[in-house]
Structure formats: structure tokens, C-alpha cells
């Protein structure tokens, strides 16, 4: 595969080399920065559920790279054998995590490509899957930088910034979504300071958001997910600024377990709630946030931090890793074409339908 342009300056989770996939462990941080490398689509495949790679825009990036390992390995020279060989190789990667729409909408894109283009020999698919997979990672960094323009201009100079869990470069291919919009903002020369909360269990905010700010030198404060509504009572919160890993059609929003409180703490202080995704974690075939898939992961994320154990020995536990905020409480919903709020049916259906 061509390899991605590389800037040092720029936190990339994922990157091409050499015809392989390198992705920085993300469970490992901040402690140690270790990249690991792909060779193949099942070990992509383990990466995506393992959360080595995590974050709806990069678990897409990821698949469609691991789709591509997929169809180099396929050996046979018909195009229609190829391409059942192919779907068998997305529903492997698809099976990974349900609730991120990223990961399905990237897949239907490398699948569509070779759907379409039946005619062609297995080399040039293989090469034009290739090409699809590079731009899908191009794409979604072009789409977040557009998004962080559009909704710096939502942020005052000064601003102090709630967000949840990460939905910085680390989530994507490059750049970020909710963090996109702050970085954005300081490039325009306003100072923005953050208050990152730990995000229990798999603590992203502390681990991750607070890591990739403080590299980048922006003020960044962590606190415990049960403090927000302390410090927003003290008006010490301006907004806030969360990802998305699904929106459904009429502007519910499926992310991170925890999402939904701060929505409210967000609505009995009267702060705005803002959603940053682009268009491709918008599901327009979902009427609402109830038809989410909701993805439970192991209970020994809430019982235990690595080897040490938290909780009493066979507890029952509920570890469900997201929740769905009402569109009611979103303020608005940023993505690359625009800023939709209101009525978010129509206003999402026409950011979705110009692309």
C-alpha cells in the first residue's frame, strides 16, 4: 500500500508502511507509546476488538485497510469467486464492534467499490481497493479539519471545555472531532483551556485526551466523571464538546457510556451540548436512538485495572460502553459540511445527501 504522508507534528493512531498497517496501542498510553504492526485482515480484526485501535473514524480507517489485507491475500482469478471471498473477509472485521456505524459504512464502501466494478480482473480490484482504503484514511482527516473550522466559530475566546472520553486524533485518522474543534480554535488564536473527564472504565479522558493535549501544549484539567456537575454549578464550564460513534436519523447520539449524564448536567446549567462526527457516523436508516446497537464488553473492565483486582470476586456486573443522549439535549451537531441544530431529521438528511 502507498504509505501515508507522515508529519511528526501531527498524532496519526494508524499509519502505512511497507505495504503494512502500523497502529499505536492505545491501551498501553500514557505510560508507554509502543506501535504495533499488521500484516493481515484477522489481526486488524483483533486490534479493532481489543481496542488496541479505538474511536468510531479510526475503528473505519482500520477496517478498510484490514479489508484490503483481506482481499490481496484472496487467491483466484474470477472476480466473482474474489468478491465472495471479500465479503467474507468484511463480515469477519464487521463482527469486531457493533455500535460504531464507521466501522459498517467503511466496509459497504470497500465492498460497493467491488461490486461495481465486476468487469475489471482481480489485480485491478485488489489495486483499486488499495486506493480506497488510502483515500477513505485521507478523507476522514480532510473531514475532520473542515469540521474543526466550522465549529471553532462556536467557541469564545477564553472558552473552558467540558469533553468525554476521546475524540481527539487518537479517535480518527488524524486531527479529531471534538478535539478537532478546540485545536481548531487555538489555531485561530483564541485560548482554550479543557477539562477532560477520566472517563470510567476504560479511561480515555484520562489516559488519551489528556495526553494528546498536553503534547500539543493546550490547558488541560482531569477530573473524575462524577465531579462535571460540581464545577459547571461553580460556572466553571462553558460548554460542552463530546465524538459520536452513531446519530441516528433524528439527531439521538450514540457515544461513550456516561455521554447522556453529562447531557443533563449540561441542560439543568444551561450550557451548550455540542456533537462533533462527520457524516459518516450519521445513520439515516436508524429513525432513532433506540434501534442503536448498544456493545457490552467484559465485566473485568469495571472489576479490574490491568492484573489488579477492584471489586469483590464474581460480582455481578453491567459493563454496556455506550449510551444514547436524546436529540432534545443537543445544542447542535458539528460535521464537515456544516452545523446542523433544530430540526436535526431534515438538517441531517441534507448535510448527509451533499456529499
Given at each position: 500500500m502507498s504509505t501515508c504522508p507522515v508529519d511528526s507534528r501531527v498524532i496519526r493512531p494508524i499509519r502505512?508502511?511497507?505495504?503494512?498497517?502500523?497502529?499505536?496501542?492505545?491501551?498501553?498510553?500514557?505510560?508507554?507509546?509502543?506501535?504495533?504492526?499488521?500484516?493481515?485482515?484477522?489481526?486488524?480484526?483483533?486490534?479493532?476488538?481489543?481496542?488496541?485501535?479505538?474511536?468510531?473514524?479510526?475503528?473505519?480507517?482500520?477496517?478498510?485497510?484490514?479489508?484490503?489485507?483481506?482481499?490481496?491475500?484472496?487467491?483466484t482469478e474470477s472476480s466473482w469467486e474474489f468478491y465472495q471471498e471479500f465479503e467474507k473477509v468484511c463480515a469477519v472485521l464487521l463482527a469486531t464492534r457493533p455500535t460504531a456505524v464507521n466501522l459498517s459504512w467503511a466496509l459497504e464502501r470497500m465492498k460497493h467499490f467491488t461490486q461495481s466494478n465486476l468487469e475489471r480482473s482481480v489485480m485491478e480490484l485488489k489495486i483499486g481497493?488499495?486506493?480506497?482504503?488510502?483515500?477513505?484514511?485521507?478523507?476522514?482527516?480532510?473531514?475532520?479539519?473542515?469540521?474543526?473550522?466550522?465549529?471553532?466559530?462556536?467557541?469564545?475566546?477564553g472558552a473552558r471545555v467540558l469533553t468525554?472520553?476521546?475524540?481527539?486524533?487518537?479517535?480518527?485518522?488524524?486531527?479529531?472531532?471534538?478535539?478537532?474543534?478546540?485545536?481548531?480554535?487555538?489555531?485561530?488564536?483564541?485560548?482554550?483551556?479543557?477539562?477532560a473527564d477520566e472517563t470510567r472504565p476504560f479511561l480515555q479522558g484520562a489516559r488519551l485526551t489528556a495526553w494528546e493535549l498536553q503534547k500539543?501544549?493546550?490547558?488541560?484539567?482531569?477530573?473524575?466523571?462524577?465531579?462535571?456537575g460540581y464545577l459547571m454549578s461553580k460556572g466553571e464550564i462553558d460548554c460542552v464538546i463530546v465524538g459520536a460513534d452513531r446519530i441516528a436519523a433524528n439527531g439521538d447520539v450514540a457515544n461513550k457510556i456516561g455521554t447522556y449524564t453529562v447531557a443533563i448536567l449540561a441542560k439543568e446549567h444551561n450550557l451548550p451540548f455540542y456533537v462533533a462526527a462527520p457524516i459518516s457516523t450519521i445513520d439515516l436508516s436508524l429513525s432513532d436512538g433506540?434501534?442503536?446497537?448498544?456493545?457490552?464488553?467484559?465485566?473485568?473492565?469495571?472489576?479490574?485495572?490491568?492484573?489488579?483486582?477492584?471489586?469483590?470476586?464474581?460480582?455481578?456486573?453491567?459493563?454496556?460502553?455506550?449510551?444514547?443522549t436524546p436529540h432534545r439535549l443537543v445544542t447542535a451537531i458539528?460535521?464537515?459540511?456544516?452545523?446542523?441544530?433544530?430540526?436535526?431529521?431534515?438538517?441531517?438528511?441534507?448535510?448527509?445527501?451533499?456529499?
Open positions: 502505512f508502511i511497507a505495504g503494512q498497517c502500523q497502529m499505536l496501542d492505545q491501551r498501553l498510553l500514557p505510560v508507554e507509546e509502543v506501535w504495533r504492526t499488521y500484516k493481515t485482515y484477522q489481526e486488524v480484526a483483533e486490534a479493532i476488538r481489543t481496542m488496541v485501535v479505538r474511536g468510531a473514524p479510526a475503528i473505519g480507517v482500520a477496517a478498510a485497510i484490514g479489508a484490503w489485507f483481506g482481499a490481496r491475500d484472496i487467491e481497493l488499495e486506493y480506497e482504503a488510502l483515500a477513505i484514511t485521507q478523507e476522514d482527516e480532510k473531514a475532520n479539519r473542515q469540521l474543526g473550522q466550522h465549529g471553532e466559530s462556536l467557541l469564545a475566546d468525554h472520553c476521546n475524540a481527539g486524533a487518537l479517535a480518527t485518522a488524524a486531527y479529531g472531532t471534538a478535539l478537532g474543534m478546540i485545536r481548531a480554535a487555538v489555531e485561530a488564536g483564541k485560548k482554550i483551556s479543557v477539562i500539543e501544549n493546550i490547558p488541560v484539567t482531569l477530573i473524575c466523571d462524577n465531579m462535571a433506540t434501534l442503536i446497537p448498544i456493545e457490552e464488553r467484559d465485566g473485568r473492565e469495571i472489576t479490574h485495572f490491568k492484573d489488579l483486582q477492584l471489586a469483590p470476586e464474581g460480582i455481578s456486573v453491567r459493563n454496556p460502553a455506550f449510551d444514547v458539528i460535521t464537515e459540511y456544516g452545523i446542523v441544530d433544530g430540526d436535526y431529521l431534515t438538517g441531517l438528511n441534507q448535510i448527509v445527501n451533499r456529499r
